[in-house]
């Protein structure tokens, strides 16, 4: 068996082997096949795509490259959540501590934000002192004391994945849906979580741009998990304007600081609710031989007010203070917001007309956040914590000329003015308030 002629195969449309894929794999991680040759097989990939069983075996195969966690000793249901990512998406950092309050436990290995979409542990790291490069046994202790813990992926979790993500940002196959779909799951798999309930965003700031692809990846990643015995569910969800109303990290805590006291944004909060109990409706099921099977209006009611139960009653916020203390970080903060890093430089964007806001494009102001220092470009370049925009208007929104639409904040003042005309950009007014946004797309399971 050669590497070449496994990339032939793939480029012509054939299908390859599990045995292949290892081979190959395998080889990459041993230095055995080249970079060139790795880049070669993610581009034949993209191109002539891989069927489901493929996707599945690649699946595997990188899920086996590392270590599994093995957290039957927890007795507790473990349900874990992913998102694909967006702009604004600060979910993971509500949801979490709202899902322990009920008593299910939440692993969540996370990453680092790359592009227009923030990543959960640069969030995080805005805490001051705050770690997620924790080792896995501070990981278990915290998931069994606390009901969750955050951290980011180790080299001994799905090294595979690691390896072939920053190559394939480098060789423009991000957009694979197979590629895509093995990354995620071969992560999500290796928490060792009884069931999973995924976010897969649709929209000018996500990764999948229409409602057909992600529908495709949505339904490729539950037929993943479920043929490996997690019971699964995605949840096809909106990505054309930000979620709530603080992008950037610093900006992003606060946000889910003062959620977790009650007073979240209604879009965030919406999509926080409806995935928490989906986790909830899971965690109750997992025992049952039974399929998963669609939530009903009235029982996805009941378990939505169950959460905001956890919300009203400060379980969940007590949940969050104790991770952050747990996890080196300084608990204050989440009393005294202004321990959180501040930005020197703030400029309002102001309305350009009288009317309503059409159009807030969750790209644009994603992009326009990473020219702010939010963001990064490669994953060695380093951000500005306290970097963002503060959204002072949505879409259906009134505005009068002159009004301030958002905020901009930052360290560094030099690309102010490029981050206004981009964000400007991605701003229509009207006459007319357009028909409300559907959050919630579709439910796959």
């Known amino acids: 068996m050669r590497a070449v002629d496994i990339i032939r195969k793939k480029r012509d449309g054939g299908k390859l082997t599990k045995n292949e894929l290892s081979f190959f794999i395998d080889g990459y991680l041993r230095n055995e096949v080249p970079d060139y040759q790795m880049s070669s097989f993610l581009m034949a990939v993209y191109f002539s795509g891989m069927n489901d069983e493929e996707t599945v075996a690649l699946t595997e195969v990188m899920l086996s490259s590392g270590v599994v966690l093995d957290l039957k000793d927890i007795k507790s249901i473990k349900i874990g959540k992913h998102s694909t990512g967006g702009v604004g998406d600060k979910v993971s950092i509500i949801l979490a501590p709202v899902v322990a309050a009920a008593g299910i436990k939440v692993p969540k290995i996370s990453g680092r934000g790359l592009g227009h979409t923030g990543g959960t542990i640069d969030k995080l790291a805005s805490i001051p002192g705050l770690r997620t490069n924790i080792p896995l046994s501070k990981f278990r202790e915290n998931l069994e004391t606390i009901g969750f813990s955050i951290m980011e992926q180790t080299e001994e979790m799905a090294p595979a994945d690691k390896e072939l993500y920053a190559l394939r940002d480098a060789t423009a196959t991000i957009e694979s849906i197979s590629l895509v779909a093995s990354s995620i799951m071969s992560k999500k798999l290796s928490e060792g979580t009884d069931g999973l309930v995924l976010d897969v965003k649709t929209g000018s700031g996500a990764f999948m741009k229409n409602l057909e692809d992600a529908r495709k990846l949505a339904q490729l990643m539950v037929k993943i998990g479920n043929s490996e015995g997690v019971r699964t569910v995605a949840l096809i969800t909106d990505m054309n304007e930000p979620l709530g109303k603080a992008v950037g990290n610093s900006l992003e ?8 006291r009650g007073r979240c944004e209604p879009d965030l909060m919406e999509i926080v609710l409806t995935l928490s109990a989906w986790m909830l409706y899971l965690a109750d099921r997992i025992s049952e031989d039974m399929e998963t099977q669609m939530l009903n209006g009235h029982l996805l009611k009941r378990y939505k007010d169950e959460v905001v139960g956890y919300i009203n009653n400060g379980n969940a916020l007590k949940k969050f203070i104790e991770f952050v203390d747990a996890q080196h970080g300084n608990p204050e903060a989440v009393f005294n917001l202004s321990l959180l890093p501040s930005a020197k430089h703030i400029k309002p964007v102001k309305a ?48 009068t000329e002159g009004d301030a639409i958002a905020v901009l904040h930052t360290n560094d003042d030099s690309r102010i003015k490029e981050a206004e005309e981009i964000f400007l950009s991605g701003v229509e007014i009207g006459d007319r308030a357009p028909a409300p946004r559907k959050l919630i797309r579709e439910i796959v399971f």
């Open 253 to 260: 805590i606060k946000e889910c600081i003062l959620g977790l």
């Open 352 to 399: 350009p007309r009288d009317g309503f806001i059409t159009r807030l494009d969750a790209w644009a102001v994603g992009q326009a956040s990473v020219l702010l220092g939010a963001g990064r470009e490669t994953m060695v370049d380093d951000i500005d914590h306290a970097a963002g925009i503060i959204l002072n208007r949505k879409s259906g929104d009134h505005v």
